[in-house]
C-alpha cells in the first residue's frame, strides 16, 4: 500500500495489551497495533483492504483496520489477545496464520483467578523461552515509567497542567511503550519537566470523564475540551498505563480491569468518578462491539449524567456527534451555575 510505513521486522505486534514484561525480558520488541492502526494517515485504507478480503461491514472496524494493517505493512510476527478482548480477534488470528512466520497467543482467564492467572503467564513466559523471575525482573525495570505515567495523571485531574488529550495518548501508548521503553521513559520525563511550569486550566467548564475503548473518532477529545470541558479522566488508557502499585505480575494483571467484564470496570469507574470530582462521563462506543452492552450496567450504576456515543470508521467526529457533545456539554455547564 502506498505510502504505508513498513512493520519493523524483528517486533512482535500485539492485538491489545499484554503482559508485556515477558516478550521484554526475552529481549524481544512489542508495538502495538492499534496505535498503528488508528494513527496512520490511511487508516480508513486498512479497514477497506479486509472488506475488499472478504470481511463483513458489520465487523468492528477495529479489527477490519488491524487485519489490513498486518496484511500491509509487512507485519510477520503477531501476539493475539483470545480471551478478555474481543472474539472476533479468534477468526482473524484464523485468517492471517498461514502468513505469518511467528503467532502466539495470550488469554485472560474469565475468572479472574489469580491461580488461573498465573498459570497461563507461565505458558506465556514458556513461549518466549523465559523465567517468571526474569519477566518480574523486566516488570520493575518499567516501574520508574509507570510512576511517571501516574505523576502525569495526577498534573491532569489535580492540576490541570496536562491536557485530557495529552493524558489520553501518553497512557494508550504505554500499551508498548512506543517499541523502546527506555526512550520512552526518557520522553515523557522531559514532558512532565515541560508541562510543570505550564499555567493550570481554566476550572470553569465541567469536568469529564471519557470511559469505553479508545476511540477511533480521532478528534474527539480536542473537541471536548475546544466546547470548553476539563477531560480528567480517561477510563480505559489509565488501566493499559497499569499505574497502580503492584508486588508482581499476578497483582498487576489482576487489577487491570479491561478483560474482566463488566463489574470490576464498574467499581474502578465509580470510585475514580468520586476521586475526581468529575460532573459527567461520555461512553463511547464501538459499533459492532458487545462492550456496547456495559452502558446498562454504567446507568444502574453511576448517579450522574452520561452521554454515550458511537464510533464506527476511523476519522473526525460527524455534525450529529458534535452537536450532540455541544449539547451535553452546556447541560453540564449549567448544572455547575
Known amino acids: 500500500m502506498t505510502g504505508t510505513a513498513p512493520f519493523p521486522p524483528d517486533a512482535f505486534g500485539i492485538t491489545s495489551s499484554i503482559p508485556i514484561e515477558i516478550p521484554l525480558a526475552a529481549g524481544r520488541r512489542v508495538l502495538d497495533l492499534n496505535n498503528r492502526f488508528v494513527l496512520a494517515a490511511q487508516a480508513g485504507q486498512f ?44 477468526a482473524m488470528m484464523e485468517t492471517l496464520a498461514r502468513d505469518l512466520d511467528e503467532l502466539q497467543t495470550f488469554a485472560y482467564p474469565a475468572s479472574r483467578d489469580a491461580g488461573d492467572l498465573s498459570r497461563e ?154 476521586r475526581r470530582r468529575i460532573d459527567g462521563l461520555v461512553h463511547y462506543t464501538q459499533a459492532f462491539c458487545h462492550r456496547q452492552i456495559h452502558d446498562i450496567l454504567l446507568r444502574q450504576k453511576l448517579g450522574i449524567p452520561i452521554l454515550t456515543i458511537e464510533g464506527d470508521a476511523p476519522g473526525p467526529c460527524d455534525a450529529r456527534t458534535r452537536l450532540r457533545l455541544e449539547s451535553f456539554i452546556e447541560i453540564l455547564q449549567e448544572r455547575r451555575t
Open 121 to 274: 503467564l507461565d505458558r506465556f513466559c514458556q513461549a518466549f523461552g523465559v523465567s517468571r523471575a526474569t519477566a518480574e525482573e523486566a516488570g520493575k525495570r518499567l516501574e520508574p515509567i509507570r510512576r511517571s505515567l501516574a505523576e502525569l495523571d495526577r498534573l491532569t485531574w489535580q492540576e490541570g497542567t496536562v491536557t485530557g488529550a495529552e493524558n489520553h495518548l501518553w497512557l494508550v501508548s504505554s500499551s508498548d511503550f512506543n517499541g523502546d521503553p527506555v526512550l520512552f521513559g526518557h520522553q515523557l520525563d522531559a514532558f512532565l519537566d515541560r508541562v510543570r511550569s505550564r499555567k493550570p486550566a481554566p476550572t470553569a467548564g465541567p469536568r469529564l470523564g471519557i470511559l469505553g475503548v479508545p476511540p477511533i473518532q480521532t478528534d474527539l477529545l480536542d473537541l471536548l475540551e475546544r466546547l470548553g470541558a476539563r477531560i480528567v479522566y480517561n477510563e480505559i488508557p489509565r488501566q493499559f498505563a497499569m499505574i497502580g502499585p503492584a508486588p508482581d505480575l499476578v497483582s498487576r494483571y489482576i487489577a487491570f480491569t479491561y478483560p474482566y467484564g463488566g463489574a470490576p470496570r464498574m467499581d474502578d469507574i465509580a470510585a475514580e468518578t468520586e
Open 47 to 90: 479497514v477497506r483492504l479486509a472488506e475488499r478480503d472478504g470481511y463483513p461491514r458489520t465487523c468492528c472496524a477495529w479489527i477490519r483496520g488491524l487485519y489490513g494493517l498486518i496484511r500491509s505493512t509487512g507485519v510477520r510476527r503477531v501476539i493475539f489477545v483470545t480471551g478478555g478482548d474481543c472474539s472476533n480477534t479468534h
